[in-house]
Protein backbone atom coordinates (compact mmCIF):
# COMPACT_ATOMS: atom_id res chain seq x y z
CA UNK A 1 0.00 0.00 0.00
CA UNK A 2 1.16 3.28 -0.86
CA UNK A 3 2.62 5.37 2.07
CA UNK A 4 0.15 8.42 2.53
CA UNK A 5 1.56 11.99 3.91
CA UNK A 6 0.18 15.07 5.44
CA UNK A 7 1.35 18.25 6.56
CA UNK A 8 -0.11 20.75 9.08
CA UNK A 9 1.09 23.45 8.15
CA UNK A 10 2.07 24.68 4.14
CA UNK A 11 0.74 26.89 1.71
CA UNK A 12 -0.41 25.43 -1.45
CA UNK A 13 -1.99 28.04 -3.07
CA UNK A 14 0.28 30.61 -2.15
CA UNK A 15 2.08 31.00 -5.44
CA UNK A 16 -0.92 30.68 -8.11
CA UNK A 17 -2.60 33.61 -5.61
CA UNK A 18 0.43 35.83 -5.22
CA UNK A 19 0.65 35.64 -9.05
CA UNK A 20 -2.79 35.79 -10.60
CA UNK A 21 -4.60 38.17 -7.18
CA UNK A 22 -4.17 41.54 -9.14
CA UNK A 23 -4.99 40.16 -12.54
CA UNK A 24 -7.85 38.37 -12.05
CA UNK A 25 -9.88 38.63 -15.26
CA UNK A 26 -6.69 38.16 -17.38
CA UNK A 27 -6.42 34.61 -15.73
CA UNK A 28 -9.95 33.86 -16.15
CA UNK A 29 -10.27 34.73 -19.21
CA UNK A 30 -7.38 32.07 -19.97
CA UNK A 31 -8.74 29.59 -17.71
CA UNK A 32 -5.98 29.47 -15.29
CA UNK A 33 -7.77 31.55 -12.58
CA UNK A 34 -7.60 28.11 -10.30
CA UNK A 35 -5.43 27.14 -7.36
CA UNK A 36 -4.97 23.99 -9.19
CA UNK A 37 -2.63 25.93 -12.27
CA UNK A 38 0.98 25.87 -11.08
CA UNK A 39 2.97 28.56 -11.60
CA UNK A 40 6.74 27.61 -13.04
CA UNK A 41 9.71 27.13 -11.23
CA UNK A 42 12.79 27.81 -11.57
CA UNK A 43 14.47 24.18 -11.24
CA UNK A 44 18.48 25.02 -11.15
CA UNK A 45 17.31 26.69 -7.59
CA UNK A 46 15.40 23.98 -6.53
CA UNK A 47 18.16 21.46 -7.21
CA UNK A 48 20.83 23.34 -5.80
CA UNK A 49 19.19 23.91 -2.36
CA UNK A 50 18.25 27.40 -2.63
CA UNK A 51 15.48 28.84 -0.65
CA UNK A 52 12.15 28.02 -1.98
CA UNK A 53 11.54 31.82 -3.18
CA UNK A 54 11.88 31.11 -6.77
CA UNK A 55 10.48 27.46 -7.38
CA UNK A 56 6.88 25.88 -5.78
CA UNK A 57 7.25 23.52 -3.13
CA UNK A 58 4.17 22.12 -2.52
CA UNK A 59 1.17 23.51 -4.87
CA UNK A 60 -1.42 21.34 -5.44
CA UNK A 61 -0.33 19.27 -8.44
CA UNK A 62 3.14 18.14 -6.12
CA UNK A 63 0.54 17.80 -3.08
CA UNK A 64 -1.57 15.20 -5.99
CA UNK A 65 1.82 13.37 -6.66
CA UNK A 66 3.57 13.11 -3.96
CA UNK A 67 0.21 11.41 -2.15
CA UNK A 68 -0.26 14.40 -0.16
CA UNK A 69 -3.81 13.32 1.43
CA UNK A 70 -4.04 15.75 4.26
CA UNK A 71 -2.83 19.14 3.70
CA UNK A 72 -3.58 22.07 6.59
CA UNK A 73 -3.46 25.01 4.21
CA UNK A 74 -2.49 28.15 5.37
CA UNK A 75 -4.70 31.29 4.33
CA UNK A 76 -1.81 34.50 4.71
CA UNK A 77 -2.64 37.83 3.93
CA UNK A 78 1.29 39.05 3.19
CA UNK A 79 2.52 41.48 6.12
CA UNK A 80 3.07 44.61 4.56
CA UNK A 81 6.65 44.81 6.16
CA UNK A 82 7.82 42.78 3.68
CA UNK A 83 7.48 45.21 0.85
CA UNK A 84 8.18 48.59 2.28
CA UNK A 85 11.23 49.96 3.13
CA UNK A 86 12.79 51.10 6.72
CA UNK A 87 14.35 54.57 8.12
CA UNK A 88 17.57 54.66 9.48
CA UNK A 89 17.73 54.77 12.96
CA UNK A 90 20.22 55.72 15.35
CA UNK A 91 20.38 52.22 17.89
CA UNK A 92 21.79 49.08 17.98
CA UNK A 93 20.99 48.29 14.42
CA UNK A 94 21.73 51.60 12.92
CA UNK A 95 24.28 49.56 10.25
CA UNK A 96 21.72 47.42 9.08
CA UNK A 97 19.47 50.81 8.54
CA UNK A 98 21.46 52.86 6.69
CA UNK A 99 22.76 49.97 4.45
CA UNK A 100 19.02 49.53 3.75
CA UNK A 101 18.37 53.28 2.54
CA UNK A 102 21.57 52.55 0.47
CA UNK A 103 20.58 49.75 -0.86
CA UNK A 104 16.73 49.97 -1.58
CA UNK A 105 16.87 54.25 -2.16
CA UNK A 106 14.05 56.77 -1.22
CA UNK A 107 11.86 56.12 -4.61
CA UNK A 108 10.58 52.64 -3.49
CA UNK A 109 11.63 51.43 -6.73
CA UNK A 110 14.86 49.50 -5.80
CA UNK A 111 12.46 47.76 -3.19
CA UNK A 112 10.14 46.47 -5.96
CA UNK A 113 12.59 45.11 -8.30
CA UNK A 114 13.97 43.28 -5.12
CA UNK A 115 11.04 41.63 -3.92
CA UNK A 116 9.92 41.13 -7.76
CA UNK A 117 13.15 38.79 -8.09
CA UNK A 118 13.30 37.36 -4.61
CA UNK A 119 9.76 36.85 -3.83
CA UNK A 120 8.66 35.82 -7.56
CA UNK A 121 5.74 38.46 -6.88
CA UNK A 122 4.69 40.41 -10.18
CA UNK A 123 5.39 44.07 -9.30
CA UNK A 124 1.76 44.83 -10.12
CA UNK A 125 1.19 42.85 -6.61
CA UNK A 126 3.99 44.33 -4.85
CA UNK A 127 2.65 47.59 -5.60
CA UNK A 128 -0.94 46.47 -4.26
CA UNK A 129 0.87 45.34 -1.31
CA UNK A 130 2.39 48.91 -0.66
CA UNK A 131 -0.94 50.72 -1.09
CA UNK A 132 -2.98 52.03 1.06
CA UNK A 133 -5.62 49.97 -0.66
CA UNK A 134 -3.85 46.83 0.82
CA UNK A 135 -6.00 45.41 3.64
CA UNK A 136 -5.21 42.60 5.74
CA UNK A 137 -9.10 41.15 6.21
CA UNK A 138 -10.22 42.42 2.89
CA UNK A 139 -7.38 40.19 1.71
CA UNK A 140 -7.94 37.08 4.04
CA UNK A 141 -11.76 36.98 2.61
CA UNK A 142 -10.17 36.88 -0.78
CA UNK A 143 -7.67 33.94 -0.44
CA UNK A 144 -10.56 32.20 1.21
CA UNK A 145 -13.24 32.31 -1.77
CA UNK A 146 -10.15 31.71 -4.10
CA UNK A 147 -9.53 28.06 -2.27
CA UNK A 148 -12.47 27.34 -2.21
CA UNK A 149 -13.39 27.98 -5.77
CA UNK A 150 -12.43 24.24 -7.19
CA UNK A 151 -13.34 22.44 -3.53
CA UNK A 152 -14.68 18.99 -4.56
CA UNK A 153 -14.66 19.57 -7.96
CA UNK A 154 -12.53 16.89 -9.91
CA UNK A 155 -10.22 18.40 -12.61
CA UNK A 156 -9.27 16.44 -16.06
CA UNK A 157 -6.04 18.35 -16.32
CA UNK A 158 -4.04 21.43 -14.66
CA UNK A 159 -3.15 24.18 -16.33
CA UNK A 160 0.41 25.68 -16.21
CA UNK A 161 1.52 29.54 -16.63
CA UNK A 162 4.94 30.41 -17.18
CA UNK A 163 5.89 34.07 -16.01
CA UNK A 164 7.81 36.09 -18.80
CA UNK A 165 7.74 32.98 -21.13
CA UNK A 166 9.88 34.03 -24.44
CA UNK A 167 7.78 31.84 -27.02
CA UNK A 168 4.25 31.88 -25.66
CA UNK A 169 2.99 30.83 -22.41
CA UNK A 170 1.59 27.53 -23.88
CA UNK A 171 4.21 26.70 -25.78
CA UNK A 172 6.52 26.99 -22.56
CA UNK A 173 3.99 25.29 -20.67
CA UNK A 174 3.65 22.25 -22.99
CA UNK A 175 7.41 21.80 -22.87
CA UNK A 176 7.27 21.89 -18.82
CA UNK A 177 4.92 19.69 -18.67
CA UNK A 178 7.04 17.26 -21.09
CA UNK A 179 10.19 17.48 -19.01
CA UNK A 180 8.81 16.84 -15.92
CA UNK A 181 5.16 15.63 -15.58
CA UNK A 182 5.47 14.73 -12.22
CA UNK A 183 6.25 18.23 -11.37
CA UNK A 184 3.85 20.06 -13.69
CA UNK A 185 0.75 17.90 -14.46
CA UNK A 186 -1.90 16.26 -12.22
CA UNK A 187 -5.00 14.51 -13.90
CA UNK A 188 -8.56 13.66 -12.46
CA UNK A 189 -7.54 14.79 -9.31
CA UNK A 190 -9.25 16.92 -6.71
CA UNK A 191 -9.52 17.98 -3.10
CA UNK A 192 -12.44 19.19 -0.93
CA UNK A 193 -12.40 21.89 2.06
CA UNK A 194 -14.78 19.64 4.62
CA UNK A 195 -17.42 21.43 5.86
CA UNK A 196 -17.79 19.77 9.24
CA UNK A 197 -16.90 16.57 11.05
CA UNK A 198 -18.76 13.87 8.55
CA UNK A 199 -17.69 15.81 5.61
CA UNK A 200 -14.25 15.45 6.82
CA UNK A 201 -14.04 11.84 7.48
CA UNK A 202 -16.00 11.08 4.24
CA UNK A 203 -12.92 13.09 2.30
CA UNK A 204 -10.38 11.48 4.66
CA UNK A 205 -11.83 8.00 3.78
CA UNK A 206 -11.81 8.94 0.04
CA UNK A 207 -8.29 8.26 -1.21
CA UNK A 208 -9.05 10.03 -4.99
CA UNK A 209 -9.10 13.43 -2.92
CA UNK A 210 -6.93 15.68 -1.50
CA UNK A 211 -8.34 16.59 2.19
CA UNK A 212 -8.00 20.25 2.54
CA UNK A 213 -8.22 21.89 6.24
CA UNK A 214 -8.50 25.58 6.26
CA UNK A 215 -5.67 27.25 8.90
CA UNK A 216 -4.94 31.24 9.34
CA UNK A 217 -1.60 32.27 9.69
CA UNK A 218 -1.60 35.66 11.86
CA UNK A 219 -4.44 37.57 13.79
CA UNK A 220 -3.22 40.47 11.48
CA UNK A 221 -5.19 38.60 9.45
CA UNK A 222 -8.43 40.18 11.05
CA UNK A 223 -7.35 43.69 10.24
CA UNK A 224 -6.03 44.33 13.91
CA UNK A 225 -3.69 47.16 11.83
CA UNK A 226 -6.67 48.86 11.26
CA UNK A 227 -9.76 48.64 13.72
CA UNK A 228 -9.43 50.66 16.60
CA UNK A 229 -11.89 48.68 18.67
CA UNK A 230 -11.41 45.11 20.39
CA UNK A 231 -15.44 44.77 19.51
CA UNK A 232 -14.71 44.99 15.91
CA UNK A 233 -11.78 42.31 15.74
CA UNK A 234 -14.50 40.25 17.59
CA UNK A 235 -17.32 40.79 15.29
CA UNK A 236 -14.50 39.58 12.77
CA UNK A 237 -13.88 36.44 14.31
CA UNK A 238 -17.29 35.64 14.81
CA UNK A 239 -18.07 36.46 11.15
CA UNK A 240 -15.43 33.81 10.24
CA UNK A 241 -16.99 31.36 12.00
CA UNK A 242 -20.77 31.60 11.07
CA UNK A 243 -20.12 32.62 8.20
CA UNK A 244 -17.72 31.32 6.47
CA UNK A 245 -18.76 28.15 4.26
CA UNK A 246 -15.91 26.06 6.33
CA UNK A 247 -14.14 26.32 9.47
CA UNK A 248 -11.01 27.50 10.07
CA UNK A 249 -9.25 24.45 12.22
CA UNK A 250 -6.62 26.88 13.99
CA UNK A 251 -4.86 30.08 13.66
CA UNK A 252 -1.52 30.65 13.70
CA UNK A 253 -1.88 33.81 16.26
CA UNK A 254 1.43 35.49 16.37
CA UNK A 255 3.59 36.09 13.05
CA UNK A 256 6.25 38.17 11.94
CA UNK A 257 5.50 41.76 13.24
CA UNK A 258 3.57 42.66 15.98
CA UNK A 259 -0.23 42.35 15.45
CA UNK A 260 -1.63 44.65 18.06
CA UNK A 261 -2.35 41.17 20.25
CA UNK A 262 0.51 39.43 21.55
CA UNK A 263 4.02 39.51 21.54
CA UNK A 264 5.84 37.85 18.40
CA UNK A 265 8.57 36.01 18.39
CA UNK A 266 12.29 37.02 16.75
CA UNK A 267 12.11 35.44 13.72
CA UNK A 268 14.44 36.84 11.26
CA UNK A 269 17.69 36.48 11.24
CA UNK A 270 21.37 38.36 9.80
CA UNK A 271 20.94 39.95 6.89
CA UNK A 272 17.15 40.40 6.92
CA UNK A 273 16.88 43.37 9.07
CA UNK A 274 17.78 44.90 5.73
CA UNK A 275 14.84 44.57 4.66
CA UNK A 276 12.28 44.41 7.69
CA UNK A 277 12.21 45.73 11.07
CA UNK A 278 10.08 43.30 13.28
CA UNK A 279 11.26 45.15 17.08
CA UNK A 280 8.27 46.46 17.83
CA UNK A 281 6.17 44.19 20.30
CA UNK A 282 8.83 41.26 19.93
CA UNK A 283 9.70 39.03 22.20
CA UNK A 284 6.39 40.50 24.57
CA UNK A 285 3.33 39.59 26.40
CA UNK A 286 -0.24 39.60 25.68
CA UNK A 287 -1.93 42.79 25.27
CA UNK A 288 -5.60 42.87 27.44
CA UNK A 289 -7.43 42.59 24.00
CA UNK A 290 -5.62 39.41 22.85
CA UNK A 291 -6.76 37.53 26.12
CA UNK A 292 -9.86 38.64 25.03
CA UNK A 293 -9.63 37.62 21.23
CA UNK A 294 -7.94 34.36 22.21
CA UNK A 295 -11.21 33.32 24.26
CA UNK A 296 -12.94 34.08 21.93
CA UNK A 297 -11.65 32.10 19.04
CA UNK A 298 -11.55 29.21 21.69
CA UNK A 299 -15.28 29.80 22.17
CA UNK A 300 -14.90 30.75 25.71
CA UNK A 301 -16.48 33.45 27.81
CA UNK A 302 -14.57 35.57 30.33
CA UNK A 303 -15.09 32.96 33.08
CA UNK A 304 -13.16 30.41 30.69
CA UNK A 305 -15.89 28.35 30.41
CA UNK A 306 -17.71 27.26 27.25
CA UNK A 307 -20.09 29.54 25.39
CA UNK A 308 -22.06 28.40 22.82
CA UNK A 309 -23.12 31.58 21.37
CA UNK A 310 -19.24 32.45 20.97
CA UNK A 311 -19.11 29.24 18.08
CA UNK A 312 -17.20 26.33 17.27
CA UNK A 313 -13.89 26.27 18.95
CA UNK A 314 -11.13 27.81 16.59
CA UNK A 315 -7.51 25.65 18.20
CA UNK A 316 -4.75 27.90 18.53
CA UNK A 317 -0.94 27.52 17.16
CA UNK A 318 1.65 28.75 18.99
CA UNK A 319 4.50 28.91 16.04
CA UNK A 320 5.63 32.28 16.06
CA UNK A 321 4.39 33.25 19.67
CA UNK A 322 6.54 34.97 21.94
CA UNK A 323 8.27 32.98 24.69
CA UNK A 324 6.16 35.40 27.10
CA UNK A 325 2.78 35.11 25.34
CA UNK A 326 3.14 31.52 25.03
CA UNK A 327 3.89 31.27 28.84
CA UNK A 328 0.31 34.08 29.23
CA UNK A 329 -1.32 31.46 27.35
CA UNK A 330 -0.65 28.39 28.77
CA UNK A 331 -1.87 29.76 32.01
CA UNK A 332 -5.26 29.98 30.26
CA UNK A 333 -5.33 26.52 28.77
CA UNK A 334 -4.12 25.46 32.49
CA UNK A 335 -6.74 27.11 33.45
CA UNK A 336 -9.37 25.21 31.42
CA UNK A 337 -7.75 21.90 32.30
CA UNK A 338 -8.81 21.94 36.33
CA UNK A 339 -12.39 22.53 34.96
CA UNK A 340 -11.97 19.43 32.68
CA UNK A 341 -11.87 21.08 29.36
CA UNK A 342 -9.01 20.25 26.96
CA UNK A 343 -7.54 22.35 24.85
CA UNK A 344 -5.08 20.55 22.35
CA UNK A 345 -1.76 22.76 22.03
CA UNK A 346 -0.68 23.40 17.99
CA UNK A 347 2.88 24.10 17.48
CA UNK A 348 2.51 23.66 13.84
CA UNK A 349 6.70 24.28 12.15
CA UNK A 350 8.24 24.10 14.84
CA UNK A 351 12.12 22.85 15.81
CA UNK A 352 13.20 21.60 18.98
CA UNK A 353 15.45 24.49 20.84
CA UNK A 354 16.61 22.21 23.33
CA UNK A 355 15.88 24.52 26.05
CA UNK A 356 14.60 23.83 29.42
CA UNK A 357 11.69 26.47 29.93
CA UNK A 358 10.14 29.46 28.80
CA UNK A 359 11.68 31.34 31.42
CA UNK A 360 15.34 30.04 30.50
CA UNK A 361 13.98 31.50 26.70
CA UNK A 362 13.17 34.71 28.16
CA UNK A 363 16.12 35.04 29.81
CA UNK A 364 18.50 34.43 26.99
CA UNK A 365 16.42 36.62 24.45
CA UNK A 366 19.23 39.15 24.00
CA UNK A 367 21.41 36.13 23.01
CA UNK A 368 19.39 35.44 19.75
CA UNK A 369 22.04 36.12 17.40
CA UNK A 370 22.61 34.05 13.98
CA UNK A 371 23.49 30.81 14.17
CA UNK A 372 22.70 30.60 18.37
CA UNK A 373 22.09 27.70 19.77
CA UNK A 374 21.58 25.30 22.45
CA UNK A 375 24.79 24.14 25.36
CA UNK A 376 24.76 20.97 23.05
CA UNK A 377 25.21 23.01 19.80
CA UNK A 378 22.59 20.77 18.13
CA UNK A 379 19.51 23.27 18.20
CA UNK A 380 18.11 26.27 17.38
CA UNK A 381 17.41 27.98 20.52
CA UNK A 382 15.39 30.77 19.25
CA UNK A 383 12.30 31.58 21.30
CA UNK A 384 10.79 30.93 17.87
CA UNK A 385 11.22 27.16 18.97
CA UNK A 386 9.49 24.75 21.63
CA UNK A 387 11.43 23.93 24.63
CA UNK A 388 10.85 21.37 26.82
CA UNK A 389 8.04 22.76 29.01
CA UNK A 390 6.06 23.62 25.58
CA UNK A 391 6.80 19.78 24.81
CA UNK A 392 5.20 18.97 28.48
CA UNK A 393 1.93 21.15 27.64
CA UNK A 394 1.33 19.44 24.06
CA UNK A 395 1.80 15.81 25.52
CA UNK A 396 -0.58 16.68 28.48
CA UNK A 397 -3.11 18.15 26.35
CA UNK A 398 -2.86 16.03 23.33
CA UNK A 399 -2.01 18.48 21.19
CA UNK A 400 0.31 18.08 18.20
CA UNK A 401 4.16 18.94 17.00
CA UNK A 402 4.86 19.57 13.34
CA UNK A 403 8.16 19.42 12.44
CA UNK A 404 9.61 22.59 10.50
CA UNK A 405 11.49 21.19 6.96
CA UNK A 406 13.20 24.50 7.61
CA UNK A 407 17.18 23.90 7.90
CA UNK A 408 17.54 26.71 10.08
CA UNK A 409 14.50 26.16 12.22
CA UNK A 410 16.03 22.90 12.78
CA UNK A 411 19.70 24.30 13.85
CA UNK A 412 21.85 23.89 10.76
CA UNK A 413 24.64 27.00 11.00
CA UNK A 414 27.22 28.15 8.83
CA UNK A 415 29.59 26.34 10.87
CA UNK A 416 27.16 23.34 9.79
CA UNK A 417 27.37 24.50 6.08
CA UNK A 418 31.05 24.58 5.77
CA UNK A 419 32.57 21.71 8.06
CA UNK A 420 29.54 19.54 8.33
CA UNK A 421 27.15 19.60 5.67
CA UNK A 422 26.18 15.65 5.74
CA UNK A 423 23.94 16.90 8.59
CA UNK A 424 21.77 18.88 6.62
CA UNK A 425 19.34 15.62 5.28
CA UNK A 426 17.51 12.78 7.58
CA UNK A 427 20.19 13.40 10.34
CA UNK A 428 19.04 16.83 11.25
CA UNK A 429 15.55 15.89 10.92
CA UNK A 430 15.99 12.54 13.28
CA UNK A 431 17.75 14.99 15.84
CA UNK A 432 14.72 17.17 16.35
CA UNK A 433 12.60 14.18 16.77
CA UNK A 434 14.75 12.65 19.37
CA UNK A 435 15.50 15.77 20.84
CA UNK A 436 11.10 16.22 21.70
CA UNK A 437 11.02 12.59 22.60
CA UNK A 438 13.73 12.48 25.09
CA UNK A 439 12.52 15.72 26.49
CA UNK A 440 8.55 14.21 26.95
CA UNK A 441 10.98 10.63 28.68
CA UNK A 442 13.18 13.04 30.86
CA UNK A 443 10.23 15.38 32.44
CA UNK A 444 9.15 15.40 35.83
CA UNK A 445 6.08 16.99 35.03
CA UNK A 446 4.94 13.96 33.10
CA UNK A 447 3.78 10.79 34.47
CA UNK A 448 4.88 7.38 32.93
CA UNK A 449 1.54 6.49 31.36
CA UNK A 450 1.34 10.23 29.71
CA UNK A 451 5.80 9.97 28.70
CA UNK A 452 4.83 7.24 25.19
CA UNK A 453 2.31 9.57 24.29
CA UNK A 454 4.67 12.06 22.61
CA UNK A 455 5.02 9.43 19.65
CA UNK A 456 1.03 10.63 18.93
CA UNK A 457 1.86 14.20 18.74
CA UNK A 458 4.29 14.05 16.70
CA UNK A 459 3.75 14.84 12.69
CA UNK A 460 5.52 17.02 9.84
CA UNK A 461 4.74 20.57 9.47
CA UNK A 462 6.80 21.43 6.91
CA UNK A 463 6.23 25.13 5.78
CA UNK A 464 6.51 24.77 2.47
CA UNK A 465 5.81 28.01 0.19
CA UNK A 466 6.32 29.78 3.18
CA UNK A 467 9.69 31.21 1.62
CA UNK A 468 11.86 28.76 3.63
CA UNK A 469 15.36 26.88 2.82
CA UNK A 470 14.72 23.36 2.73
CA UNK A 471 16.70 20.59 4.27
CA UNK A 472 18.80 20.20 1.08
CA UNK A 473 17.50 16.59 0.28
CA UNK A 474 13.72 17.64 0.85
CA UNK A 475 13.36 20.79 -1.12
CA UNK A 476 9.31 20.18 -2.23
CA UNK A 477 6.87 17.83 -1.28
CA UNK A 478 8.14 15.03 -4.08
CA UNK A 479 10.73 14.16 -1.99
CA UNK A 480 8.21 12.68 1.09
CA UNK A 481 8.52 9.39 0.54
CA UNK A 482 12.38 9.61 0.39
CA UNK A 483 12.05 11.44 3.47
CA UNK A 484 10.09 8.29 4.96
CA UNK A 485 12.23 5.71 3.88
CA UNK A 486 15.39 7.68 5.12
CA UNK A 487 14.10 7.98 8.49
CA UNK A 488 12.63 4.14 8.80
CA UNK A 489 16.39 3.93 8.41
CA UNK A 490 18.16 6.41 10.52
CA UNK A 491 15.51 5.40 13.69
CA UNK A 492 16.07 1.76 12.72
CA UNK A 493 19.74 2.31 13.57
CA UNK A 494 19.18 4.18 16.66
CA UNK A 495 17.19 1.77 18.21
CA UNK A 496 20.11 -0.98 17.96
CA UNK A 497 21.74 1.45 20.82
CA UNK A 498 20.98 -0.08 24.21
CA UNK A 499 21.13 3.35 25.87
CA UNK A 500 18.03 4.07 23.47
CA UNK A 501 16.25 3.64 26.44
CA UNK A 502 13.31 6.31 24.51
CA UNK A 503 13.79 3.82 21.74
CA UNK A 504 13.52 0.30 23.95
CA UNK A 505 10.08 0.00 22.75
CA UNK A 506 10.57 -0.79 19.19
CA UNK A 507 11.24 -4.29 18.83
CA UNK A 508 11.66 -4.55 14.95
CA UNK A 509 12.49 -2.25 11.69
CA UNK A 510 8.14 -3.13 11.02
CA UNK A 511 7.49 -1.32 14.19
CA UNK A 512 9.45 1.82 12.95
CA UNK A 513 7.88 1.58 9.98
CA UNK A 514 4.85 1.67 11.76
CA UNK A 515 5.40 4.68 13.69
CA UNK A 516 6.99 6.73 10.31
CA UNK A 517 3.24 6.30 8.58
CA UNK A 518 1.97 7.26 11.90
CA UNK A 519 4.70 10.38 11.82
CA UNK A 520 3.86 11.08 7.62
CA UNK A 521 -0.28 11.24 8.26
CA UNK A 522 -1.69 8.95 11.06
CA UNK A 523 -0.96 11.41 13.92
CA UNK A 524 -2.17 14.64 12.12
CA UNK A 525 -5.34 12.38 10.68
CA UNK A 526 -6.15 11.15 14.10
CA UNK A 527 -5.69 14.56 15.79
CA UNK A 528 -7.95 16.42 12.90
CA UNK A 529 -10.86 13.62 13.53
CA UNK A 530 -10.80 14.28 17.46
CA UNK A 531 -10.84 17.73 17.05
CA UNK A 532 -12.67 19.00 13.91
CA UNK A 533 -15.53 21.40 14.80
CA UNK A 534 -18.87 19.23 14.55
Keep these: ?24 KKFTRKGEFSPWTVIAS ?12 SYSQIDLVKCWNSNLRLTFNSLYPLERQFVIGMDPKIGEDKWYNFLARGILGHSGIKRDLLQTAYMRIPDKVVDFFQSKEYDYWESLNRE ?46 CYRIPKDKADLKKSLDDDSEITMILTIEGAHALGTDRLRYVQDISDRVQFIKKMWEAPVFFITFAHHFDNHLCGHAHSIPGMGKVLMNQKKHMNEGFRRNGRRIIREMLGLNSQFEKDPELGYRMLIDVKHMAARSRMEYYEMVKTCMEKGDIIPVIASHCGYSGMASLAEHIECEKKEKDDYCDPTGKFNAWNINMCDEDIEMIVKTGGLFGISFDQRILGITKSDLKNNPKRNGIQLIWENIEGIVKAAYSSKNLSEEE ?16 LIDPVDPYPTSLQYEQMANNLVFEIDQARKDPKAKHLAHFKSREEVEKWVDDFCYTNAEAFALKNYPV
Design 1 to 24: MKRKFSDLHCHNHMRAHFQMQEKQ
Design 42 to 53: NSKNKDKGKMGA
Design 451 to 466: KPNIWKCITIGTDFEG
Design 144 to 189: KDFVLMDSGRRIKKNEIHVPQALFGDKKAAEKRAKAEPEVYVAENA
